[in-house]
């Protein structure tokens, strides 16, 4: 099978001429999709194709609004569209030119790196599990993300994950096989490619997966945490640790969540819910003179641990009430108002 060439050696000189090392032509066939080579084509090379060329706003499927952080490979929830090639947006190297991910959406037809032909009209999840067997068993999610990943170390299929579906674990994989594919990215660090020198191991491969207010640290990083700033943890082993995070926690799979991150997770939600809490709740400070009654039960303890699960799958209700009843009902007399949320 002939290998597509890099669109950058069609159309001049870049700034990689002088590059420390050289894309080699296996890797450059798993990182090209329609000409478009990343590492090597670069934004100003886009605009040279299309004058066209406009910043886009990019739905970053992997991480979710709600997660905190982002992807330091390319610059996050910010690419380049163009009408003359429907279906590609381009996101950029965050320190230089080039094009280090490339998100394939629904407007897509054409070939995969490995020039197998899609049409992202109409193509399923079990269509990507013909095409990639392997994936079976690397279905994963973050916790603040809207979406089921299937992956490897260059592209990612995301199916949205359907709310309505309790519970969402073990994962009804007979059902989303039947999903529509939302959207593809093809990836990479041109960091790591054009300073192997300067490689270093950030995780080590012998030690679980860590993922803390759903970022992925090292196990260095949580000796800056005391006990009582954590509010959940969440251990996960051999096949269920793969099956969410990926053959990189063949070791265990570990989800930390802090207080701090659960009750701005959980306020935010309350908040969308409910006017009246947005109103009660306005600022910390006023958050503060709360108290929280979950499906009948006053809760002193374990706060964040308890109110962070809720969403849209559980969720039924949220009522304010005012001091004079929390007194008479709750016995409670040390806090401003209740807040009285039911679920499922």
């Known amino acids: 099978m002939k290998l597509k060439i890099c669109l950058i050696a069609l159309i001049g000189t870049s700034i990689f001429a002088n590059a420390q090392s050289e894309i080699d032509s296996a890797l450059a066939k798993k990182i090209t999709v329609s000409g478009f080579c990343?590492?090597?084509?670069?934004?100003e090379d886009l605009r040279k194709l299309s004058i066209d060329f406009k910043p886009v706003e990019v739905e970053e499927m992997d991480m979710g609004k709600r997660c905190m952080g982002g992807d330091s490979r390319y610059v996050n929830e910010k690419g380049y569209a163009s009408e003359k090639y429907p279906g590609l947006?381009?996101?950029k190297d965050p320190d230089e030119d080039y094009i280090s991910k490339i998100r394939l959406t629904k407007d897509f037809v054409?070939?995969?790196p490995d020039e197998t032909h899609i049409d992202m009209h109409s193509l399923l999840l079990k269509d990507v599990l013909k095409l990639y067997p392997e994936f079976d068993s690397n279905w994963h999610s973050r916790d603040c993300s809207d979406y089921w990943t299937?992956?490897?170390?260059?592209?990612?299929?995301?199916?949205?994950?359907?709310?309505?579906?309790?519970p969402q674990y073990p994962i009804d994989e007979a059902y989303y096989l039947e999903r529509p594919v939302d959207g593809i990215?093809?990836?990479?660090?041109?960091?790591?490619?054009?300073?192997?020198?300067?490689?270093?191991n950030l995780f080590e491969p012998d030690e679980p997966v860590y993922f803390l207010d759903s970022i992925r640290v090292n196990q260095g990083v949580l000796k800056?945490?005391?006990?009582?700033?954590?509010a959940l943890v969440s251990v996960y082993k051999d096949s269920t640790a793969i099956k969410l995070g990926g053959e990189q926690a063949k070791n265990g799979l570990i989800y930390i969540t802090t207080k701090a991150f659960a009750r701005d997770h959980y306020r935010d939600y309350f908040k969308s819910k409910s006017t009246d809490y947005t109103k009660?709740?306005?600022?910390?400070?006023?958050?503060?003179?709360?108290?929280?009654?979950?499906?009948?039960?006053?809760?002193?303890?374990?706060?964040?641990?308890?109110?962070?699960?809720?969403?849209?799958?559980n969720f039924v209700q949220l009522i304010i009430i005012d001091k004079?009843?929390?007194?008479?009902?709750?016995?409670?007399?040390?806090?401003?108002f209740g807040v009285i949320i039911t679920t499922k």
């Open 38 to 43: 990343l590492c090597k084509s670069t934004i």
């Open 89 to 91: 947006i381009f996101q």
């Open 110 to 112: 054409g070939l995969l």
């Open 150 to 166: 299937l992956s490897n170390d260059t592209i990612s299929f995301y199916v949205k994950i359907d709310k309505n579906k309790t």
């Open 185 to 200: 990215d093809i990836f990479i660090s041109c960091y790591s490619i054009y300073h192997k020198s300067e490689a270093f």
């Open 224 to 230: 800056y945490y005391k006990p009582s700033e954590i």
């Open 280 to 313: 009660a709740a306005a600022n910390d400070a006023e958050e503060e003179k709360a108290i929280y009654i979950l499906n009948g039960k006053v809760l002193t303890t374990n706060i964040e641990s308890d109110l962070f699960y809720i969403n849209d799958s």
């Open 324 to 336: 004079g009843t929390l007194k008479k009902n709750y016995h409670v007399s040390t806090k401003s």
